[in-house]
């Protein structure tokens, strides 16, 4: 009888006799060995081309038009005045002559162009759909850092300002 009007998480079992131990009726009803006919080879899963696009996709998504987020450690953060004048807000640049900084600056472009160049990244839309792809924008990433790395100059100019190639 049940007096407060919930169910009872317990029942009374009749068939368990007081004779039978607990380790016992645990042995009884569960076993550490994995049955013969447990693997099913028949039915497969497998995920649809949609949801396999979804679990690779950046979340939050890059805009379209922007950079992508690992490289803003080889940026220069730039403010413009009022009055036209403009400020570098990045100190880790301040130790480049401006020859020095335009020449990295035309050596990163390059290599950005020659990245997306090598993988069919010609347009808008193919190359926010890269970056836009967790397994697409890592590569790119890779492929960039090794290019940097094989680039003498490249290289020389990242060790001066302390950006890390890893």
């Known amino acids: 009888m049940n007096i407060n009007s919930r169910l009872s998480l317990s029942t009374y079992n009749p068939s368990t006799a ?7 009726q645990d042995q009884k009803g569960f076993s550490l060995e994995t ?15 949609a949801g396999a696009e979804m679990s690779d996709a950046m979340d939050p998504p890059v805009p379209v038009g922007a950079m992508p987020g ?33 020449e990295y600056f035309n ?8 990245l997306y160049e090598r993988n069919g990244l010609v ?3 193919s190359t ?8 697409m924008n890592e590569k790119l990433h890779q492929e960039f850092l090794e290019g940097i790395r094989n680039d003498p100059k490249m290289a020389e100019y990242v060790s001066r300002l302390g950006i890390a190639l890893s």
């Open 18 to 24: 007081k004779s039978v131990t607990h380790q016992e």
């Open 70 to 102: 690992w490289s803003g450690e080889f940026a220069i953060q730039v403010i413009t005045r009022p009055d036209g004048t403009s400020m570098f807000m990045d100190g880790k640049f301040s130790n480049l002559s401006s020859g020095e900084r335009d």
């Open 35 to 49: 049955p013969g006919n447990t693997k099913n080879t028949s039915d497969p899963v497998s995920i649809s081309a």
């Open 107 to 114: 050596l990163l472009q390059s290599h950005m162009d020659a």
């Open 123 to 125: 347009d808008e839309e």
């Open 128 to 135: 926010y759909a890269a970056l836009n792809s967790r397994s």
